[in-house]
């Protein structure tokens, strides 16, 4: 009986140990996961892993963690925008990385040839180094290095604009020409520019001494427009002048644009003025303001606007040691003269006319232009360059835009100075 009773504590722990044991195994998920040793993730997902013990084979419960593609941090922009269409084929056009450089980049025409170009020293941007062509394509290929050491690919297209036409334009004087000290320069064009402010900014002159002068917008002889320039006086003897048009690739409008790039140098001959005072019946020739030579003439004899020699600052520009001369209203038609001398396009020449010699020093007797002998025509034929400046004074008929081309003198500075583009 004893030994009994000793027994009893022993079977009761066995049987709580049982409860307990039963009583684990409903146990909450909190406790479930510390039996199965739970573990979460850096990426903060949780991941349960077996037991200790478990048998093999028992899966297990695992959340799925997703990995990012990293963006590289190169951008790419380009001036104008890659796929840009009608742009001028003299426009800048550059490629620029941000927060990288460029790797590698070429630019090339239709037939696969590189155009030129340079990179930055910082290897950041590319530049274009040469006018494009008119109505071509062109493709930008090449590979953008990032800060952050991953790539990004340079593609795209420019495409210039493609002209209905291309407008003419001519330089006068031309390069190496000796001229008078009146001499206009005329940039002269094949239509008329829509925008005149814009073309007069890719023209410019360089004058050797500096010179005092203005650009005018003026219509010449056929509805031909130029960009006249002039110098407030006459040009200083022995003057070096350069000339650039850079109109390739601008807009003239209507469709037209400048078919190419035109300079032009040239140089200011010995200083000669004609002073013919049509009163004085004399035609003066001076030097540096000295006077060379003084020729009796015989000036138009003034009865009508027709007749009458225009006062004012005419422009030798063009010469004919045989001119043939008509003039229908009044009776003759192609008189041949010698040694001609053009001052304007109205019709007025310095010339021989032996039929007026006995008026020639004492009558004006002509139909407006000067007359001289044979022998002192050919040789103020001989002593004129284009551009000499014919002063003719006396009669109460001005010199103006209607008699022809060279009336760049006629106009006075105050009223020229307003005729550029610029002030359009």
């Given at each position: 009986m004893r030994a009994s009773h000793r027994l009893y504590p022993i079977a009761a722990l066995l049987a709580a140990l049982t409860v307990l044991a039963?009583?684990?195994?409903?146990?909450?998920?909190?406790?479930?996961?510390?039996?199965?040793?739970?573990?979460?993730?850096?990426a903060g997902s949780q991941v349960t892993v077996p037991a200790a013990g478990s048998p093999s084979g028992v899966s297990t419960t695992t959340s799925t963690t997703t990995s990012t593609t990293p963006v590289p941090v190169?951008?790419?922009?380009?001036?104008?925008?890659?796929?840009?269409?009608?742009?001028?084929?003299?426009?800048?056009?550059?490629?620029?990385?941000?927060?990288?450089?460029i790797k590698d980049f070429a630019l090339t025409n239709a037939e696969g040839k590189s155009v030129q170009g340079a990179l930055?020293?910082?290897?950041?941007?590319?530049?274009?180094?040469?006018?494009?062509?008119?109505?071509?394509?062109?493709?930008?290929?090449?590979?953008?290095?990032?800060?952050?050491?991953l790539t990004v690919p340079i593609t795209g297209t420019?495409?210039?604009?493609?002209?209905?036409?291309?407008?003419?334009?001519?330089i006068a004087p031309g390069d190496?020409?000796?001229?008078?000290?009146?001499?206009?320069?005329?940039?002269?064009?094949?239509?008329?520019?829509?925008?005149?402010?814009?073309?007069?900014?890719v023209?410019?002159?360089?004058?050797?001494?500096?010179?005092?002068?203005?650009?005018?917008?003026?219509?010449?002889?056929?509805?031909?427009?130029?960009?006249?320039?002039?110098?407030?006086?006459?040009?200083?003897?022995?003057?070096?002048?350069h000339v650039d048009a850079n109109v390739y690739g601008v807009d003239f409008g209507n469709g037209y644009w400048g078919k190419e790039d035109l300079t032009s140098d040239f140089t200011i001959g010995r200083n000669q003025v004609v002073i013919a005072d049509v009163n004085s019946h004399e035609l003066v020739v001076q030097r540096d303001g000295v006077t060379v030579a003084s020729y009796p003439a015989s000036y138009g004899k003034g009865e009508n606007a027709d007749l009458t020699t225009r006062s004012g600052i005419h422009v030798v520009s063009d010469f004919f040691e045989t001119k043939s001369m008509s003039n229908p209203k009044y009776g003759y038609q192609n008189v041949l003269e010698k040694w001609a001398v053009r001052i304007s396009d109205n019709g007025e020449f310095i010339h021989a006319n032996p039929n007026s010699t006995s008026a020639q020093g004492n009558t004006n007797v002509t139909h407006g232009c000067v007359n001289l002998s044979i022998d002192n025509a050919q040789a103020y034929y001989h002593s004129a360059i284009w551009g000499d400046p014919v002063e003719v004074t006396g009669t109460d008929v001005?010199?103006?835009?209607?008699?022809?081309?060279?009336?760049?003198?006629?106009?006075?500075?105050?009223?020229?100075?307003?005729?550029?583009?610029?002030?359009a």
């Open positions: 039963s009583c684990s195994s409903t146990s909450n998920a909190a406790s479930d996961s510390a039996a199965a040793g739970t573990t979460r993730s850096a190169a951008s790419v922009s380009a001036s104008p925008a890659l796929g840009s269409t009608d742009i001028s084929p003299t426009s800048p056009l550059t490629i620029t990385v941000d927060r990288g450089t930055s020293a910082d290897d950041t941007s590319w530049a274009l180094g040469e006018v494009l062509g008119y109505g071509k394509t062109y493709t930008a290929t090449g590979t953008a290095l990032g800060t952050d050491g420019f495409s210039t604009v493609d002209p209905a036409d291309t407008a003419r334009t001519t190496g020409a000796v001229v008078g000290v009146a001499a206009p320069v005329e940039v002269l064009f094949g239509v008329e520019p829509a925008d005149r402010a814009a073309i007069e900014k023209v410019d002159i360089k004058t050797t001494p500096a010179v005092e002068g203005a650009w005018a917008w003026i219509e010449h002889d056929g509805g031909t427009w130029g960009l006249d320039y002039r110098p407030k006086a006459y040009w200083p003897a022995g003057t070096v002048i001005a010199l103006s835009a209607e008699d022809g081309d060279i009336f760049d003198w006629a106009v006075p500075w105050a009223y020229w100075v307003t005729l550029s583009g610029k002030n």
